[in-house]
């Protein structure tokens, strides 16, 4: 990158997750639902589109040719760096008023992710990478990096995961969950993909993984993981995708992986 690095990058990327989150968490009311998605548990709420908005015209400021894509308002826009925007991950727990959803913003370069922020606004935290230089986390703390381990046993591993929105799909998962419970220490369903790939990099959980993610979902906080030290990637040496993405410790993430495969969890129902 000859005009501008990734450090550069991540800046605007913090910038606007912040002013973002500000907005998100300045709100004293329960937010309207305004729309559905892919089925009616799958809501958007005016905040979403407020904050998606408010986080473009900040990037636009400071970076007006380059390409976005966002969860709310899709691709805008060819070039060779482009944002991948989700500007409230979780967004039940945030209808709910519970604290775990976070900002997104990813920062890829001719189709690679080299930076990237979450902003989890109700408990003060900035997750940050940049691709090849690390990741940290910033709170009322200070700022520290971030190393996750190599994971322990199955047995003795923590595991976070989440639900798609539509009935079939949600069966299989709970069939897999269900058979994967008995193999592990427990589970957590946080309600958050890019916080749950966070909490991997920081190690307040072991393994995460979720079939049914987009791009957006886990763009920024992949990066996170991985720059942590965490293997992301799919199943059958395939990388994080829609079909599946999971996250975990170099020494973990293979058992857990295949566990998971035997239980043939990339179907609907």
């Not at 991950?89 to 775990?100: A, H, S």
Request: glycine share 12%; hydrophobic share 40%.
């Amino acid at each position: 990158m000859t005009e501008i690095t990734a450090r550069e990058l991540l800046e605007i990327a913090v910038a606007a997750a912040r002013a973002a989150g500000r907005l998100l968490a300045g709100t004293g009311e329960r937010p309207e639902v305004t729309a559905t998605k892919s089925s009616p548990t799958d809501v958007v709420t005016e905040m979403d589109r407020q904050a998606e908005a408010m986080i473009a015209a900040h990037i636009r400021k400071d970076r007006p040719d380059d390409a976005v894509l966002a969860e709310e308002g899709g691709q805008s826009g060819q070039a060779e760096v482009r944002w991948v925007i989700d500007p409230l991950d979780g967004t039940v727990n945030y209808l709910y008023g519970l604290p775990d959803w976070a900002v997104s913003i990813a920062a890829e370069v001719s189709g690679t992710i080299v930076a990237g922020v979450v902003e989890v606004p109700r408990r003060g935290e900035t997750f940050t990478a940049v691709l090849g230089e690390g990741a940290w986390l910033e709170d009322r703390r200070g700022r520290s990096t971030l190393r996750c381990g190599t994971g322990p046993d199955l047995p003795q591993a923590l595991v976070a995961t989440g639900f798609g929105y539509q009935a079939s799909r949600r069966r299989v998962q709970g069939e897999v969950v269900a058979a994967l419970l008995p193999q592990v220490r427990d589970i957590r369903r946080g309600g958050s993909a890019a916080v749950d790939l966070c909490s991997v990099a920081a190690g307040r959980v072991d393994a995460y993984y979720e079939r049914g993610l987009n791009y957006w979902d886990y763009a920024a906080g992949g990066l996170v993981a991985s720059e942590a030290g965490a293997v992301v990637g799919g199943l059958s040496g395939g990388p994080a995708s829609g079909s599946m993405t999971v996250a975990a410790g170099p020494a973990l993430y293979p058992r857990l992986a295949a566990v998971l495969a035997a239980l043939d969890p990339e179907r609907d129902g």
